[in-house]
């Protein structure tokens, strides 16, 4: 183990270095290609055009027909009709223009009457002058042309005229009034090119039975064919709008992704040949897409870690500590992973389920940081989504994915407020409960067809999952703290155990001690928790910081009850050495312990460089001393805890040196002691604020005051009493 502990810290030291680092994070992404890889590569189809298939071929991908939905599309196209606009305005043009006519005939035939009476002689009756005064009928189609159009002229025959003209008022109304209803309730309706001369003929079959005469019948039906024309026209624009809307509304026609292209023992005709190339099955061997899709993926992965890393705010140390911890974790379980998917390769379904995903977020969670347990849990599943696609036709198995997911989250989040190693198994069974109920609600969205064996081996293989995760766990936690020397909260909870041997070597040789340490860890622990330190490692490091004080017990006064001072027969510069000495001497005797490091700074570094000035004084009444032979070798306190262990330690042996302290005592002591560290710069090495140390004074000064407070004293004869009663 310390071989191993060795060979750790040699990596450790080589990735404080920017270039190891990143070849580092390049061996994790390997083991993430080549575990992914093969799931990914599309698998190689020896197929032919008219050969046999040998095994069902199905889409691992859902891709559009771009040629059979250009097919639909043109199919959908040829059935689009030309659109064709009504011309409503003809309608009222036309009978406007048959009125016209009319209304010019009967104008012309009223001045031929007034012509005529005009020219009739004075006296004589009013009656029609005789046949042989009337105009000729040409004269009046004449004047009736001249007040006509040329076209209208041109495209009416003679005939039409000769009868308007030779026809009376009540004729020409009767002929007019037929003519314009025929014609507009004809022209309302829609008239293309083609039935234009259906059209002519309805108006035409309508006067039949019309009281007229015979050649104002004629005229009229010659009016009404003249009159009816097309109406409705073609319109180009509105059918390329139709043809565009018909377009858009044709829906792709897809190969989806699952779907059976060749069955076994089909011949491969042209289609199926088509659909296999466009499915990227018959090239698959030289597609270079899956590679450089699994390699951005990784990239992806492997870029978050690095900036999760890159953004924490901790010691170096501790940073790279923690990243090779999390490259070992998170590279055995997609190992462990890929082992579990080789089982599909035998039809072993639902293998997924199997798979303790919640170990590497306990581990991380417990060892780390809760963050990267997250963030652990989230790439999990990516990943698991692709190692575990063997039961899929596409590149990922969603339900995989999901599944693993969660039991990693569920892992983190039971934990959140739970380090100790007696949560971990509650954790596992809490992991099961959440697999069996995703693994189920998946199967129901899918809605699955298992039998009851199978629904209940799935059952089976979610609750151990979570079993399992639970048990690998608390397998490698001591393996994992034993290599990298971590102090988890786990290990801490150990240490204070009060039967750890060296605890016991406090308690029988060194009582006074003891005591005084639990008093410090009382103390500090309070203190540390007001600021945001971590209260538990201060508690624990208080148990162990004087364990050099067993070497030599009665040379420290808190051991020297009913004793004689030891100190009283020696010289202040070797009473100073003995004092000095219980630092070293502690660190030393937790080192042959295996402690974790961090105990052992605490009990080097609890006294700084702080000088040991009753022995200092004594020595200097009898002559010149050199201060630094008075002083502990240090070195001085790097972190917030050992900071505050220190001035506790101070402050607790002050304070109980003095009978019976008030709270103004105890507050003015405190400060102080706190002053004196500040000035003789003890603190200029951790990360403590003037902020933070104020609250850490009032802190210890509320805690004093609880411990030293006031007691009733009882009359010596009543207290006699008491004692003979007990």
């Given at each position: 183990?310390?071989?191993?502990?060795?060979?750790?810290?040699?990596?450790?030291?080589?990735?404080?270095?920017?270039?190891?680092?990143?070849?580092?994070?390049?061996?994790?992404?390997?083991?993430?290609?080549?575990?992914?890889?093969?799931?990914?590569?599309?698998?190689?189809?020896?197929?032919?055009?008219?050969?046999?298939?040998?095994?069902?071929?199905?889409?691992?991908?859902?891709?559009?027909?771009?040629?059979?939905?250009?097919?639909?599309?043109?199919?959908?196209?040829?059935?689009?009709?030309?659109?064709?606009?009504?011309?409503?305005?003809?309608?009222?043009?036309?009978?406007?223009?048959?009125?016209?006519?009319?209304?010019?005939?009967?104008?012309?035939?009223?001045?031929?009457?007034?012509?005529?009476?005009?020219?009739?002689?004075?006296?004589?009756?009013?009656?029609?002058?005789?046949?042989?005064?009337?105009?000729?009928?040409?004269?009046?189609?004449?004047?009736?042309?001249?007040?006509?159009?040329?076209?209208?002229?041109?495209?009416?025959?003679?005939?039409?005229?000769?009868?308007?003209?030779?026809?009376?008022?009540?004729?020409?109304?009767?002929?007019?009034?037929?003519?314009?209803?025929?014609?507009?309730?004809?022209?309302?309706?829609?008239?293309?090119?083609?039935?234009?001369?259906?059209?002519?003929?309805?108006?035409?079959?309508?006067?039949?039975?019309?009281?007229?005469?015979?050649?104002?019948?004629?005229?009229?039906?010659?009016?009404?064919?003249?009159?009816?024309?097309?109406?409705?026209?073609?319109?180009?624009?509105?059918?390329?709008?139709?043809?565009?809307?018909?377009?858009?509304?044709?829906?792709?026609?897809?190969?989806?992704?699952?779907?059976?292209?060749?069955?076994?023992?089909?011949?491969?005709?042209?289609?199926i040949y088509r659909q296999l190339k466009l499915a990227?099955?018959?090239?698959?061997?030289?597609?270079?897409?899956?590679?450089?899709?699994?390699?951005?993926?990784?990239?992806?992965?492997?870029?978050?870690?690095?900036?999760?890393?890159?953004?924490?705010?901790?010691?170096?140390?501790?940073?790279?500590?923690?990243?090779?911890?999390?490259?070992?974790?998170?590279?055995?379980?997609?190992?462990?992973?890929?082992?579990?998917?080789?089982?599909?390769?035998?039809?072993?379904?639902?293998?997924?389920?199997?798979?303790?995903?919640?170990?590497?977020?306990?581990?991380?969670?417990?060892?780390?940081?809760?963050?990267?347990?997250?963030?652990?849990?989230?790439?999990?599943?990516?990943?698991?989504?692709?190692?575990?696609?063997?039961?899929?036709?596409?590149?990922?198995?969603?339900?995989?994915?999901?599944?693993?997911?969660?039991?990693?989250?569920?892992?983190?989040?039971?934990?959140?407020?739970?380090?100790?190693?007696?949560?971990?198994?509650?954790?596992?069974?809490?992991?099961?409960?959440?697999?069996?109920?995703?693994?189920?609600?998946?199967?129901?969205?899918?809605?699955?067809?298992?039998?009851?064996?199978?629904?209940?081996?799935?059952?089976?293989?979610?609750?151990?999952?979570?079993?399992?995760?639970?048990?690998?766990?608390?397998g490698l936690l001591p393996f994992l703290e034993a290599?990298?020397?971590?102090?988890?909260?786990?290990?801490?909870?150990?240490?204070?155990?009060?039967?750890?041997?060296?605890?016991?070597?406090?308690?029988?040789?060194?009582?006074?001690?003891?005591?005084?340490?639990?008093?410090?860890?009382?103390?500090?622990?309070?203190?540390?928790?007001?600021?945001?330190?971590?209260?538990?490692?201060?508690?624990?490091?208080?148990?162990?910081?004087?364990?050099?004080?067993?070497?030599?017990?009665?040379?420290?006064?808190?051991?020297?009850?009913?004793?004689?001072?030891?100190?009283?027969?020696?010289?202040?510069?070797?009473?100073?050495?003995?004092?000095?000495?219980?630092?070293?001497?502690?660190?030393?005797?937790?080192?042959?312990?295996?402690?974790?490091?961090?105990?052992?700074?605490?009990?080097?570094?609890?006294?700084?460089?702080?000088?040991?000035?009753?022995?200092?004084?004594?020595?200097?009444?009898?002559?010149?001393?050199?201060?630094?032979?008075?002083?502990?070798?240090?070195?001085?306190?790097?972190?917030?805890?050992?900071?505050?262990?220190?001035?506790?330690?101070?402050?607790?042996?002050?304070?109980?040196?003095?009978?019976?302290?008030?709270?103004?005592?105890?507050?003015?002591?405190?400060?102080?002691?706190?002053?004196?560290?500040?000035?003789?710069?003890?603190?200029?090495?951790?990360?403590?604020?003037?902020?933070?140390?104020?609250?850490?004074?009032?802190?210890?000064?509320?805690?004093?005051?609880?411990?030293?407070?006031?007691?009733?004293?009882?009359?010596?004869?009543?207290?006699?009493?008491?004692?003979?009663?007990?």
């Open positions: 183990m310390d071989l191993l502990r060795h060979q750790f810290q040699n990596i450790k030291r080589l990735l404080d270095i920017t270039f190891f680092r990143i070849l580092f994070f390049a061996f994790i992404g390997v083991i993430l290609f080549l575990s992914m890889y093969g799931n990914v590569k599309p698998d190689k189809l020896k197929l032919g055009l008219f050969n046999i298939a040998e095994k069902t071929v199905v889409s691992p991908i859902t891709v559009e027909d771009k040629e059979s939905t250009e097919e639909k599309r043109k199919h959908e196209l040829e059935r689009v009709q030309g659109v064709y606009t009504l011309k409503s305005e003809y309608t009222q043009n036309q009978v406007d223009l048959v009125a016209s006519i009319f209304d010019t005939a009967i104008k012309v035939s009223d001045e031929i009457q007034e012509e005529k009476k005009k020219a009739a002689p004075e006296g004589e009756s009013s009656e029609p002058a005789p046949a042989a005064t009337e105009p000729p009928v040409s004269d009046k189609v004449k004047k009736l042309k001249e007040r006509l159009t040329p076209a209208v002229i041109d495209d009416l025959p003679e005939e039409v005229f000769t009868a308007l003209v030779s026809a009376d008022k009540r004729q020409l109304a009767i002929a007019k009034d037929l003519t314009l209803t025929a014609v507009s309730n004809e022209m309302s309706k829609p008239i293309p090119a083609d039935e234009v001369e259906n059209s002519k003929k309805k108006v035409e079959e309508e006067l039949k039975f019309s009281t007229l005469g015979p050649s104002m019948k004629r005229a009229a039906i010659l009016m009404r064919r003249y009159a009816v024309i097309q109406n409705e026209f073609y319109d180009p624009q509105a059918t390329e709008e139709a043809r565009r809307r018909t377009a858009e509304t044709v829906e792709p026609v897809k190969i989806l992704e699952g779907q059976v292209i060749v069955e076994e023992g089909e011949l491969v005709s042209h289609e990227g099955l018959l090239d698959s061997q030289d597609s270079k897409k899956p590679l450089f899709g699994l390699l951005l993926l990784i990239v992806i992965i492997l870029s978050s870690i690095y900036y999760y890393f890159l953004e924490r705010k901790i010691q170096p140390d501790k940073k790279q500590t923690d990243l090779l911890l999390f490259g070992i974790v998170f590279s055995f379980s997609i190992l462990l992973m890929k082992m579990a998917s080789q089982f599909q390769q035998f039809g072993f379904e639902g293998v997924s389920s199997l798979f303790p995903a919640a170990m590497a977020g306990i581990i991380i969670k417990i060892l780390v940081d809760e963050r990267l347990a997250w963030l652990t849990a989230i790439v999990q599943g990516i990943c698991g989504s692709i190692i575990f696609n063997e039961e899929t036709t596409g590149a990922l198995n969603m339900s995989a994915g999901i599944y693993i997911l969660c039991g990693g989250l569920a892992a983190t989040l039971f934990l959140r407020d739970h380090n100790a190693r007696s949560k971990i198994l509650p954790a596992g069974i809490f992991v099961s409960v959440v697999n069996i109920s995703v693994i189920f609600s998946l199967l129901f969205l899918r809605n699955t067809q298992y039998n009851g064996m199978e629904y209940g081996l799935i059952f089976i293989f979610a609750a151990v999952s979570g079993i399992a995760s639970a048990v690998l766990a608390i290599s990298f020397g971590i102090l988890s909260t786990m290990r801490l909870i150990e240490l204070s155990n009060p039967n750890h041997p060296l605890l016991k070597k406090i308690l029988t040789e060194a009582p006074g001690t003891y005591h005084h340490s639990v008093m410090v860890a009382n103390m500090s622990e309070a203190a540390c928790e007001a600021i945001g330190a971590n209260g538990l490692l201060a508690r624990v490091g208080c148990y162990y910081h004087d364990i050099g004080k067993t070497k030599r017990p009665l040379f420290f006064i808190e051991n020297q009850i009913n004793r004689d001072n030891p100190h009283d027969r020696l010289s202040p510069g070797k009473s100073a050495q003995i004092i000095i000495a219980h630092a070293s001497d502690g660190a030393a005797l937790l080192k042959k312990h295996h402690m974790p490091k961090e105990i052992i700074d605490i009990a080097e570094q609890h006294h700084g460089t702080s000088l040991i000035k009753f022995f200092y004084h004594k020595a200097k009444q009898a002559g010149n001393v050199n201060e630094e032979d008075f002083r502990y070798p240090g070195p001085k306190a790097q972190t917030k805890e050992t900071a505050i262990i220190g001035i506790a330690d101070s402050v607790e042996a002050a304070v109980r040196s003095m009978a019976q302290p008030t709270p103004e005592q105890i507050e003015s002591l405190v400060h102080s002691i706190i002053s004196d560290k500040l000035q003789d710069g003890q603190l200029n090495e951790c990360d403590l604020t003037l902020r933070e140390i104020e609250v850490v004074e009032h802190t210890l000064c509320e805690t004093l005051k609880g411990i030293f407070h006031s007691r009733i004293e009882y009359p010596t004869e009543m207290t006699k009493q008491k004692v003979v009663d007990a």
